[in-house]
């Protein structure tokens, strides 16, 4: 019986693919699961499949020559060729694992995993290939049904052109169906997201201090703040823990957040931000914070419990809520919700602070990670307008691609390398690729102080689109991080899909390595706003707590 056209596999389309398997096998930034590694490799299979028949069929129709063998011992060939492959990739791919995982603290690789990487890589391959075939089997329904139409008049070309464009208008239909489905799982999704910000958890009790949004006495609601922001001013330390680990008076910190229905614009909230820092009178502490957000409105608790802890409680954070969707849906669905929501309260609350006497105000400081250090560096474009903006700021993992940062990085000393840059043009900068830096930060620091945490294995600060078919600079001889296996190497296709999976899984590693910056932005604060007056053994406690939160972010943010 013959078998189904849908069903054959090309030749030269398995032995690259088989190829693409085994390069992408080769390390990249973070250690890889096995359902990752798994999913990374049926992609690139699928990839190095479609390049691989392309190729081979160029070939056949270029070259004139009997290819029957092919049907008794070209499974053979490539059956062989794989075996020794796969004997020589074992070894190397066990070892380049264990090197990256070693570099965040990760223990060996389970050889018995082997078995269900491959069983996961078939799988995403056969799904791969199965799109492939369809498409592959429309464009053949279109040129039987139409491309013959020219050729009985013998119009091959029109054949040609019409079998095309037909195909063409398909394709486009495909895309606009898609684009369709897209928005309408967004918009279905965000309403489920509506539903998970407006739920009222019974393990999240109200605050009892006219210090916190929701609490007696506040403009905000407390059913308004949303599920993001009640867990903000429902936790972090009251003036008796800190004292307890300082070993000197303390008091409450104040916490502001605005929710999403707090208010009807990202203006109207700012506004109302502001009117609750007057409330619970802000302009008297030593700090006021502003944090940008993640998607869902999430803020890492360690990074404001720490400023807490250092400044006794003399401290007021203030936050505004713009959306319900997990970042990576704000960043490539709503890009502007971002930006404006970050933009409209940093403007109200910077222009409440510039009202105060200049000797008798708080410091005045932003911080934020991905998407929200992101947002805020738009917000503020330029070094001049963060300089002269902020009295001090940490930026941990700055999403690729980011402007600010990105004419800071090219604005870099000479022999400074990408991702350990040095600029001594704006002399507020300082970039730093770990906790160790940070806590040491060598020479003279101008004010204000401005920090950027980028950790060299962080593939949201380095993995852009360009990595699909570029080499980045941060690969370059000279330009590597000291995070980043030597053994790691450039690839076009199949280093930008373990790029994204890289990016997938990049809060899921030990502190101080890919997407978590714990420990380094504790240090970052001390640097930029003072250790508060704390001896070394209190600065140790306050560390030693830190230490011990769950730092990853909850999956969806």
């Known amino acids: 019986m013959r078998t189904p056209h849908w069903a054959r596999l090309d030749y030269g389309g398995v032995l690259v693919g088989l190829v693409f398997v085994a390069l992408s096998m080769t390390p990249s930034m973070l250690p890889r699961p096995w359902y990752y590694q798994g999913a990374v490799s049926g992609v690139s299979f699928a990839a190095g499949y479609a390049l691989g028949a392309a190729l081979w069929k160029v070939v056949r129709g270029s070259v004139r020559w009997r290819n029957d063998w092919l049907t008794v011992w070209g499974w053979a060939i490539i059956a062989g060729v794989w075996g020794v492959m796969f004997v020589v990739l074992l070894h190397y791919a066990t070892s380049w694992q264990n090197g990256v995982r070693k570099a965040v603290g990760w223990e060996p690789l389970d050889s018995s995993q082997g078995w269900l990487l491959v069983a996961v890589a078939v799988v995403v391959a056969a799904l791969c290939l199965a799109v492939g075939r369809g498409i592959s089997c429309v464009y053949r329904a279109v040129r039987e049904r139409v491309g013959h139409l020219f050729e009985r008049r013998g119009w091959r070309a029109g054949g040609a052109l019409a079998t095309g464009c037909a195909t063409a208008v398909v394709a486009l239909g495909m895309i606009a169906a898609w684009v369709v489905l897209s928005s309408g799982m967004v918009l279905f999704l965000d309403s489920r997201w509506e539903v998970r910000n407006d739920a009222m958890s019974p393990d999240t009790p109200r605050p009892t201090s006219p210090l916190r949004s929701g609490g007696p006495g506040s403009l905000v609601a407390w059913e308004d703040v949303g599920s993001k922001g009640r867990a903000v001013v429902a936790s972090g330390p009251n003036a008796a823990q800190i004292e307890a680990v300082t070993g000197r008076p303390a008091m409450d910190p104040i916490r502001i957040y605005v929710g999403l229905h707090s208010a009807d614009t990202y203006q109207e909230r700012a506004e109302l931000a502001v009117k609750e820092l007057e409330r619970t009178h802000a302009q008297d502490r030593a700090v006021v914070v502003l ?6 409105g999430w803020l890492e608790p360690q990074a404001i419990d720490s400023l807490e802890y250092l400044h006794g409680g003399d401290t007021a954070m203030v936050a505004a809520q713009y959306s319900v969707s997990p970042s990576w849906v704000s960043a490539i669905f709503h890009p502007e919700q971002s930006l404006a929501g970050t933009q409209a309260l940093y403007n109200a609350v910077h222009a409440w602070w510039a009202t105060l006497p200049v000797d008798h105000r708080p410091q005045l400081v932003v911080y934020g990670v991905s998407l929200g250090a992101q947002a805020l560096q738009q917000t503020l474009p330029t070094t001049d307008a963060l300089v002269g903006g902020v009295d001090g700021a940490v930026f ?3 999403p690729a691609g980011t402007p600010l940062v990105t004419s800071l990085r090219a604005q870099r000393d000479p022999g400074t390398p ?41 593939p949201v600060v380095w993995m852009d689109w360009s990595v699909f078919y ?6 370059a001889a000279g330009q590597r991080s000291p995070a980043i296996s030597p053994d790691m190497i450039y690839i076009p296709v199949v280093t930008g899909l373990q790029g994204l999976a890289d990016a997938a899984m990049a ?3 030990p502190d101080d390595a890919g997407h978590r910056y714990a420990d380094a932005t504790f240090f970052a604060w ?3 706003t003072g250790n508060g007056g704390l001896d070394q053994a209190a600065l140790d406690r306050i560390q030693a707590i830190i230490d011990e939160y769950d730092t990853e972010a909850p999956i969806g943010q």
């Open 470 to 475: 570029r080499k980045p600079e941060w690969l």
């Open 418 to 458: 990408v991702t350990a840059p040095v600029v001594t043009s704006v002399p507020q900068v300082r970039f730093f690729n770990n906790a160790q830096q940070a806590r040491m930060p060598a020479g003279s620091w101008k004010a204000p102080r401005i920090a950027f945490l980028e950790h060299g294995n962080d």
């Open 291 to 296: 944090p940008g957000l993640t998607g869902t």
């Open 507 to 509: 809060e899921g590693v």
């Open 396 to 398: 941990a993992g700055t």
């Open 526 to 528: 001390i640097d930029i």
